[in-house]
């Protein structure tokens, strides 16, 4: 069974652009999350969707946002990009009958310049 | 609010040697308790989880020991490998919250060949 996938998996931007960030799950999940990985501030929860609805959100501004399709893919979008907002986006899926076992990607490296 | 603790920070141990690591968590509703392994350039891989019911798990060389009384767990590598040598996040949730991992800051593990 192939893993989770994230495209990119390198990007560069400029404060004020926006980005949208690609995540497709292991093949049978519905639930994917997100997460943002800085030196930081470390691991930190961003949304989770199951079934194309956001089931649960974490403490970031609204720039960040989300959204999931039909055949569970998932993508996140950052508008207004700031110089913090430099990280590792990660997602992580899982299944409807262990959806606390979540399996994560590679994850997207964003910089933001 | 940090959820969870972890530490040390970083943890430097010889081939052959254990290696282990802590963690304390605040929230008494958290209900399952997994440990991350993270090379570098790769996303986090489940290594192995408790439940609270349980004070001990073990898989190959893996230990969790679990306290519920003192809301702590750790990690035990035994005969630590060089290969071992990586971040490893505890992380904490609430099969009630759906997906939503809160990790602890990480440790990074050295072994010594």
């Known amino acids: 069974k192939a893993g989770v996938t994230q495209t990119p998996r390198y990007l560069i931007k400029t404060r004020g652009q926006q980005v949208t960030l690609s995540c497709s799950p292991i093949s049978g999940h519905r639930s994917v999350s997100w997460y943002q990985q800085t030196p930081g501030q470390g691991l930190q929860f961003l949304f989770e969707y199951f079934s194309e609805t956001q089931r649960n959100k974490g403490n970031f501004p609204g720039r960040f946002s989300g959204r999931q399709f039909s055949n569970s893919r998932s993508e996140m979008n950052v508008s207004t990009l700031e110089l913090g907002d430099s990280a590792l986006y990660l997602c992580?899926?899982?299944?409807?009958?262990?959806?606390?076992?979540?399996?994560f990607g590679p994850g997207t490296r964003l910089t933001v310049t | 609010q940090q959820q969870v603790k972890q530490s040390p920070q970083s943890l430097i141990v010889q081939k052959g040697g254990i290696s282990i690591i802590n963690c304390a968590y605040e929230n008494t509703a958290f209900d399952y308790f997994p440990w991350y392994q993270q090379f570098p350039g790769k996303g986090p891989a489940l290594l192995i989880a408790?439940?609270?019911?349980?004070s001990e798990k073990k898989e190959g060389r893996f230990t969790i020991s679990f306290n519920k009384s003192a809301k702590q767990f750790s990690l035990h590598i035994m005969d630590s490998q060089p290969g071992d040598s990586a971040t490893y996040f505890c992380a904490a949730s609430r099969e009630t919250s759906g997906s939503r991992l809160t990790f602890g800051e990480g440790t990074q593990l050295t072994v010594n060949p």
């Open positions: 992580a899926s899982s299944s409807r009958r262990t959806p606390y076992e979540q399996y």
């Open positions: 408790i439940r609270p019911d349980v």
